[in-house]
């Protein structure tokens, strides 16, 4: 059981530091220093066998991260070690030859278009009938086609307008008993 020696009003939290100090000091030892004498803190003394082995064992750390970077042929795994891989990364002459602003013929965008002969059919079910239909006929009208077109209509009101919904006139029986209602 362990002690302490107070010289009068110490902390508690100086006295634990004092016995920490005592438990974590490298010249402690039961025989040449008692417990409840004050030990003053001393630095621990490096051995060359210590420095040794640290070195030793930074240089196996620094061998182990080269090794893991820097593989023998035979020691590659994965689709890389096939003879006939190619890397799929882009060499630096063959990424980008031109600017993306420059336009030529070649880079010039494709406008897709709905003519049946510009589409490309790709039928899912090979006897689809829907697709044989003859293509939509569209007629694009301009002012002047429309000027023209309508000097040249004349308008019939008989034929060119309706005929009214309701061609007689409504007759009233104003003697219906309960105006109807019943």
């Given amino acids: 059981m362990f002690f302490f020696r107070s010289d009068g009003p110490e902390p ?3 006295r634990i530091q004092e016995f920490r100090r005592f438990l974590f000091s490298p010249h402690r030892s039961i025989s040449n220093s008692p417990l409840p004498f004050r030990v003053a803190a001393q630095p621990p003394t490096p051995t060359p066998m210590a420095a040794s082995a640290s070195a030793a064992g930074a240089g196996k750390s620094l061998a182990q991260t080269f090794r893991r970077f820097f593989k023998m042929p035979w020691e590659i795994t994965g689709p890389c070690a096939s003879p006939e891989y190619r890397s799929a990364l882009p060499g630096a002459l063959e990424y980008r030859q031109r600017c993306p602003a420059t336009l030529t013929e ?9 003519d049946p002969g510009t589409v490309y059919d790709i ?5 689809d009938r829907r697709r044989d239909r003859p293509p939509v006929r569209r007629t694009l009208l301009r002012k002047p ?18 005929a009214p919904y309701v061609n007689t006139a409504v007759e009233e029986d104003y003697d219906a008993v309960g105006g109807g209602y019943q």
């Fill in 12 to 14: 508690a939290t100086l």
């Fill in 106 to 114: 070649e880079t010039r965008a494709v406008v897709p278009t709905a």
């Fill in 123 to 127: 039928k899912y079910y090979t006897r």
């Fill in 145 to 162: 086609d429309l000027e023209r077109y309508m000097a040249a209509k004349q308008f019939d009101p008989v034929k060119d307008f309706p």
